[in-house]
């Protein structure tokens, strides 16, 4: 047992002796750990699309940050007129509207640019449906619409979701020099 307790005490003396030797440019360094820092910007928001207008029904819907949602549903009434998803940029900026979706028939893929205030893009699916996705970006920050909407003749369902994503804040202001 005695020579246990005296190669510890070798041991704790050395390394002792050696802290004192080296200068503490030499000594590890020891790290101190920091939190994950936490998001500056409010969560996204979900919003829930969910109409069923009759034929002649024009249904406005402001899902926020400037984007507004027409759903248009045989206006006019008869058998030809217009069904359609109107996405209106009612903002102050212009914002980008990036699309991918399929009437059925066709997919269309594709992006522009929306003016402020009158800037609109219509996807017409008379007689139709459209399943797809729609990115409506501006300033603010994006709003994503998954869509589902279907022409009933008598009737239009509009179904999906609006997930709107504020764009992170920006760099900080670099320093005056005086």
């Known amino acids: 047992?005695?020579?246990?307790?005296?190669?510890?005490?070798?041991?704790?003396?050395?390394?002792?002796?050696?802290?004192?030797?080296?200068?503490?440019?030499?000594?590890?360094?020891?790290?101190?750990?920091?939190?994950?820092?936490?998001?500056?910007?409010?969560?996204?928001?979900?919003?829930a699309i969910t109409e069923t207008p009759a034929s002649n029904n024009v249904i406005f819907t402001d899902l926020g940050h400037g984007l507004i949602l027409i759903s248009i549903c045989r206006d006019g009434g008869q058998p030809n007129s217009l069904v359609a998803m109107d996405f209106h940029n009612g903002g102050t900026a212009v914002a980008t509207?990036?699309?991918?979706?399929?009437?059925?028939?066709?997919?269309?893929?594709?992006?522009?640019?929306?003016?402020?205030?009158?800037?609109?893009?219509?996807?017409?699916?008379?007689?139709?449906?459209?399943?797809?996705?729609?990115?409506f970006a501006n300033p603010t920050g994006n709003t994503t619409v998954n869509l589902h909407a279907f022409d009933g003749g008598s009737?239009?369902?509009?179904?999906g979701t609006a997930v709107f994503a504020p764009n992170p804040p920006g760099p900080p202001a670099p320093p005056v020099n005086k």
């Open 97 to 135: 509207l990036n699309f991918l979706f399929s009437d059925g028939t066709n997919v269309t893929a594709n992006g522009l640019a929306l003016q402020p205030l009158f800037g609109e893009f219509q996807a017409i699916y008379n007689s139709k449906r459209i399943e797809g996705q729609f990115i």
């Open 1 to 47: 047992m005695p020579n246990v307790l005296r190669v510890v005490t070798l041991v704790i003396a050395t390394s002792m002796a050696a802290l004192l030797v080296f200068p503490t440019s030499m000594r590890a360094q020891q790290s101190i750990i920091q939190p994950f820092p936490q998001p500056t910007a409010p969560p996204p928001t979900i919003t």
């Open 155 to 159: 009737f239009c369902e509009i179904r």
